[in-house]
């Protein structure tokens, strides 16, 4: 069983430049997340879907973040304009709603805003 | 509110012994599920135990069992004959229902395992 593919691992950009990673959960697992986990810290949820709707984005800063899941599989977050203090993992997961809800956990994406 | 509370930053653990990192929770939500995940270097994070609000016994898997204390509110994670291989962060987690599951997790603790 494949796991959960993210991409890029590692981007670096200029503060005030835009990025965008990509996520693909594994198959048949119907809720996704994002999670923002600066170094030393444990992770934080940024947005939670349940197949292509949005079950939590209460500490999205929204402002500059987004994201979406159009066809309830594959999952996008966005971050315009960047700042510092995102330099961070971003960490996508999926979970299986209906069993202990274990989280499923891609490699990361890691975000150095210079 | 729901809370997850890992008190200790770091631990050191001689090869071969026992060691047990502290989490404790806040939740006004009867039914929840507690876990623990360890996160190497190479910054994947993985599942090692599960716990439910409702399961009569502490749960154990392998060399990890979690001793979970309801009233205390606490689920601690006990790894027997550590090895080297443990040193990593470990996160505790809760999974809770309020208009949805959501999982929220700890600050971790960094585990040290000395030779």
Redesign the interface.
């Known amino acids: 069983e494949a796991g959960v593919a993210q991409s890029p691992r590692y981007k670096i950009i200029e503060k005030r430049q835009s990025v965008a990673f990509w996520c693909n959960p594994i198959s048949g697992h119907a809720?996704l997340?994002w999670?923002q986990q600066i170094l030393g810290?444990?992770?934080?949820?940024l947005i939670?879907f349940?197949n292509n709707g949005v079950?939590?984005d209460s500490q999205l800063p929204k402002d500059r973040f987004s994201a979406e899941r159009l066809k309830g599989v594959d999952s996008t977050l966005k971050i315009q304009p960047a700042k510092l203090e995102d330099s961070a993992?971003y960490?996508c997961?999926s979970s299986f709603?209906f069993n202990?809800?274990?989280?499923?956990?891609g490699?990361?994406s890691?975000l150095t805003v210079l | 509110a729901q809370k997850i509370t890992q008190t200790q930053p770091g631990m050191f653990v001689q090869e071969k012994e026992a060691v047990t990192l502290d989490c404790t929770y806040d939740t006004s939500d009867p039914s929840y599920g507690l876990f623990w995940y360890k996160q190497p270097s190479s910054g994947e994070m993985i599942f090692l135990i599960y716990q439910g609000s409702y399961d009569q016994q502490n749960a154990t898997e392998g060399r990890y069992s979690l001793n979970f204390q309801k009233a205390r509110k606490s689920a601690n994670l006990v790894i027997s004959a550590s090895q080297l291989g443990d040193s990593a962060m470990y996160f505790c987690a809760m999974r809770y229902n309020t208009g949805g599951f959501k999982t929220i997790f700890g600050a971790g603790t960094r585990l040290f395992v000395k030779a």
């Open positions: 809720t997340y999670y810290q444990g992770p934080k949820l939670q349940q079950v939590d993992v960490l997961a709603p202990t809800g274990e989280l499923f956990f490699e990361g890691r």
